[in-house]
C-alpha cells in the first residue's frame, strides 16, 4: 500500500501593504495585493482540481495564524495549518516534517507558471531521490520536496534550511551545501517566481508569445 502524498502550498492571508511588499515597491499596495489573491487562488484550484485529489492532498501552511480563520480567501474543503515561529527556513522545516506519513512537496503560491505535470514531475522524482528541488530562474528554489522514509526526518532536522541566504541568487546552492551529502538529490524544471516588478513584466511578456 502507498503512502499519501502530501502537497503543501505556503501562503499569507492576503492583506494590502503586508502582502508582496518587494512588488508593492514597484507597481503599488492594491495592485500587489490584487495580484498575490489572484494568483494564490488559481495555483490553489488549479493544482487541486477534479482528478487530481486521489493524487496528492493539498495541505495550505498560512501566517499570520491569527488572521487564518477569518478571512473567507480559502477555498472550501482545503485544509490550512499555521506555519509556525521562526524565519522562512524554519516555517518550510515544520510545515514539512510535522505531516502524516509519505512523500511531501512544498511549493509557494507567487509562481504563476505552476502547472500541475510539475507537481506529479517532483513526486516522481522521489521514488528514486530523497529531495528534489525545482530551481527559480532568481537562484533560489520554488519547491522542494522530501521523500521521508524510513528515517529522514529526524536526520534532516539539524540541517534543513540552516544557513540560507535567502532572496539571493546562493539560496538554492545553500540549500544543497547544507543537506547531508549521502542524501541523493534531484531537480525539475526551473520555474520564476514573482517577488519584483520586473519579474512581472516579465511574466507577462512571457504570457503574450
Not at 504563476?112 to 514531475?121: E, R, V
Not at 543537506?179 to 517577488?195: E, G
Amino acid at each position: 500500500m502507498s503512502l499519501q502524498k502530501h502537497l503543501v502550498i505556503m501562503v499569507k492571508v492576503p492583506q494590502i501593504g503586508a502582502t508582496k511588499t518587494r512588488l508593492a515597491a514597484g507597481i503599488g499596495p492594491l495592485a500587489a495585493w490584487r495580484f498575490y489573491r489572484n494568483t494564490t487562488d488559481q495555483v490553489i484550484r488549479r493544482l487541486g482540481r477534479h482528478g487530481l485529489s486521489s493524487k496528492w492532498k493539498i495541505w495550505l501552511a498560512v501566517t499570520p495564524e491569527r488572521l487564518a480563520a477569518n478571512t473567507r480567501f480559502w477555498p472550501v474543503g482545503v485544509q490550512w495549518v499555521g506555519q509556525g515561529p521562526g524565519d522562512l527556513g524554519q516555517r518550510m522545516a515544520s510545515s514539512m516534517l510535522a505531516l502524516p506519513p509519505g512523500p511531501v512537496v512544498l511549493i509557494g503560491s507567487d509562481v504563476p507558471g505552476i502547472q500541475p505535470t510539475h507537481i506529479a514531475s517532483a513526486f516522481d522524482a522521489l521514488e528514486y531521490n530523497d529531495i528534489v528541488f525545482g530551481p527559480a530562474e532568481d537562484g533560489g528554489f520554488w519547491l522542494v520536496g522530501l521523500k521521508r522514509r524510513p528515517f529522514m526526518p529526524g536526520r534532516l532536522r539539524p540541517g534543513l534550511f540552516r544557513c540560507v541566504r535567502w532572496s539571493s541568487d546562493q539560496a538554492l546552492e545553500d540549500t544543497i551545501a547544507g543537506l547531508d551529502p549521502r542524501y541523493r538529490v534531484a531537480r525539475i524544471s526551473t520555474l520564476s517566481d514573482v517577488d519584483t516588478a520586473e519579474d512581472l513584466r516579465r511574466w507577462q511578456q512571457s504570457q503574450k508569445k
